[in-house]
């Protein structure tokens, strides 16, 4: 009768272990795939002009005063980066100096947008980031036409005046993903996982089975 | 009155919980110091000595447990360090900071520490209970190979379910922020 208890006892703390090391991993997979579907590109809504459209210009009156227009085709055709961000936004303060960084390496139009009733605010938000020598407009007549919901968004705008690529960009690659995209021709992460998914299963097809 | 051989499982399992808190906050480094720094409770000037302190304390409290010495003061002194993370981890809940690491893994730091929440409230809480209960006083009995046994295999499922269950917070962080950016 010991024995067999006995037997029993160290079968059972077997399995409980082999268990435990199971749903860990499990944990661990599930983790995994969160990681991979994780939206690594800059997050890309569904409302607002889709991606290969031709924007409409439309002009702005800049926080300086001077017209800022925004959209349809560039007159040196350059490409026009528009980047909301608030002075209440802190993520945004921290993606500025990449943006202007980027602007300058990519030879890029650089427009920051923003929106709210206290100008003095944004005067001095624009003089702490000292990008002064950028137009910086604020109106929510763009946010709307460009269906901005949460910052910093930015749109990337083709020097033909056709939208780019857009998206929420929190970090420094997701601001970079948006050049890249442009300059690929992939509108999305999304799109560049189906695009690869699709020549692999076509790779496979052409194998002899 | 508990077994000795619970007794002797709780002070190998805290002493393991905490040399292996006390390496991955070594291993983590600076990272360490800015994770302690986003918590804001400490002034600036404190945040490096403190966080350079902590890993020692809870080294020393995990070499402690295995001796076996004063296991009432060292039950305490385990509790309250954990009280005291729970606390620091509430306040910054309340202030609604959820997105920061909680520098509270084990082992090698990998750089993925979960977010805040009050699950690992409530995990310190339930810790710090089970730490307490070392200092209810022991039958007497003679441990056998049986219960060494026992002891090896208590403490494996315990690693295993104490990783698998991070590893769930983890994933809770991760669905949470994915649904948050969605809408």
Not at chain 1, 129 to 145: C, D, E, K, M
Not at chain 1, 158 to 184: A, C, F, P, Y
Not at chain 1, 188 to 204: E, K, N, P, R
Not at chain 2, 129 to 155: C, H, I, K, N, Y
Request: some cysteine; glycine content about 10%.
């Amino acid at each position: 009768m010991t024995d067999a208890l006995l037997v029993s006892n160290l079968l059972l703390w077997c399995v409980v272990i082999v268990l435990a090391v199971v749903v860990l991993a499990l944990a661990r997979q599930v983790g995994v795939l969160h990681e991979r579907v994780a939206p690594a590109g800059a997050l890309m809504p569904t409302t607002g002009p889709k991606v290969g459209e031709l924007t409409q210009p439309a002009t702005y009156r800049g926080l300086d005063g001077n017209p800022v227009t925004v959209g349809g085709p560039d007159g040196d055709s350059r490409a026009t980066l528009v980047l909301w961000i608030s002075p209440t936004c802190p993520v945004c303060k921290a993606l500025v100096p990449t943006a202007v960084s980027m602007a300058r390496s990519e030879r890029l139009r650089l427009v920051f947008a923003s929106d709210g009733e206290k100008l003095a605010q944004h005067q001095a938000y624009v003089g702490d980031l000292g990008i002064a020598a950028y137009p910086y407009v604020v109106s929510q007549a763009l946010g709307l036409a460009y269906a901005v919901s949460k910052l910093p968004f930015a749109v990337l705008i083709g020097g033909d005046g056709v939208l780019r690529s857009k998206g929420l960009v929190n970090t420094r690659e997701h601001l970079e993903s948006l050049v890249e995209s442009m300059q690929s021709g992939v509108r999305s992460l999304q799109d560049y996982v189906g695009i690869t998914d699709s020549q692999h299963d076509a790779s496979l097809k052409g194998q002899p089975s | 009155m508990i077994d000795p051989l619970i007794g002797r499982a709780i002070a190998t399992a805290f002493a393991l919980l905490w040399l292996l808190a006390a390496w991955h906050k070594v291993s983590a480094g600076e990272h360490f110091v800015a994770t302690l720094g986003e918590y804001r409770l400490l002034p600036a000037a404190w945040t490096r000595p403190v966080a350079r302190l902590l890993p020692l304390i809870e080294a020393v409290l995990g070499l402690a447990w295995l001796t076996g010495l004063a296991t009432g003061w060292i039950a305490s002194l385990t509790a309250g360090l954990l009280g005291a993370y729970a606390l620091a981890i509430a306040i910054n809940l309340g202030r609604g900071r959820m997105h920061i690491g909680c520098g509270c893994g084990l082992g090698a730091a990998s750089g993925d520490d979960p977010a805040l929440s009050w699950w690992l409230v409530a995990r310190n809480v339930a810790l710090g209970a089970v730490a307490m209960a070392a200092v209810l006083p022991l039958s007497q009995r003679e441990l056998g190979l049986l219960d060494w046994l026992t002891l090896v295999f208590a403490l494996l499922a315990c690693v295993a379910l104490y990783a698998g269950a991070s590893q769930l917070l983890r994933n809770g962080a991760a669905i949470a922020s994915w649904r948050k950016s969605r809408d």
